[in-house]
């Protein structure tokens, strides 16, 4: 308890921190679903923002030099995840390291006769149970400046992190922790019914090759399901709820916002 009162005690001196004009600058430029949050909104992101650029460790790799446009504009979209929720920062996340362009990791592969191979194949991002994010720099910028398109490769590894809240990636996040446990079980069987129902049928559609709303790469898990579903919730809102009504309301339940509400695009003036 003393170490908590510590740590919320710091962290609430970043968020009262004023937020810095070049900071805000580099979100009007590279973060585009920032113009549509409330003044509310932003301010609690803002604050956010300040806690997870505090506590997080960035690294450029592949001669990447790191800069305040790269941490700001990836802070800020990973945060978004974390508005109208009581949030310990992805608590397993320690550093985030960020490629220029693509990167390559090996993956073993089982072959025919009890063999294994070793593939060697280009990433966009990666999110991983033991402290690390893995991102690309030009991935990112073609993503913050096209905010309708169902990608988002931050949105999309950080949902990973969220996963990871109650233990393992299995597509279902910590629920509704704060309630009793009769109600968190309900909770948690709903979203299992409607999910499970979404994911088979994105597997469907995907095996029959036909077109789909959410990403068909979520047919590959359920871990994998979760984290396209969160691209579309925040990039294809509207959309998501007309054609997936009950999985959009579960999402809205889950992270306490709803996009297909939020303001009309448009482009905020810069500040003097």
């Excluded at 923002?49 to 690294?59: C, D, G, N, P, Y």
């Excluded at 030099?65 to 992805?90: F, G, W």
């Excluded at 220029?100 to 006769?113: I, L």
């Excluded at 709903?190 to 979520?218: C, K, M, N």
Aim: proline fraction near 5%.
């Amino acid at each position: 308890m003393f170490f908590r009162a510590l740590r919320d005690r710091r962290r609430n001196r970043f968020r009262n921190q004023p937020f810095p004009e070049a900071w805000r600058a580099i979100l009007q430029r590279h973060f585009s679903l920032y113009t549509r949050l409330s003044e509310t909104d932003r301010c609690e992101l803002e604050g956010h923002i300040q806690v997870f650029l505090a506590e997080k460790s960035f690294e450029g790799c592949g001669g990447l030099e790191m800069s305040d446009d790269i941490r700001v504009t990836i802070a800020a979209e990973a945060c978004l995840l974390l508005l109208h929720r009581d949030t310990d920062y992805y608590p397993k996340l320690s550093s985030i390291l960020v490629y220029p362009h693509h990167f390559f990791a090996s993956a073993e592969r089982a072959s025919g006769g009890g063999t294994v191979s070793r593939d060697e194949r280009a990433h966009l991002g990666e999110s991983w149970s033991t402290g690390s994010v893995i991102l690309s720099w030009e991935t990112i910028e073609q993503d913050s400046n096209n905010d309708h398109d169902g990608h988002n490769v931050i949105f999309h590894e950080f949902a990973h992190q969220l996963d990871l809240d109650d233990g393992a990636m299995t597509g279902a996040p910590a629920l509704g922790e704060d309630l009793p446990f009769g109600r968190r079980r309900q909770k948690y069987a709903h979203w299992a019914r409607v999910l499970r129902s979404e994911f088979e049928h994105l597997q469907f559609d995907a095996r029959h090759r036909h077109h789909t709303l959410i990403d068909p790469y979520g047919a590959e898990s359920p871990a994998e399901f979760f984290a396209v579903c969160v691209e579309a919730f925040f990039e294809k809102p509207r959309p998501l709820e007309n054609r997936h009504p009950e999985l959009y309301a579960e999402l809205r339940d889950y992270f306490r916002q709803d996009p297909a509400r939020w303001a009309p695009r448009f482009k905020m003036k810069s500040q003097p």
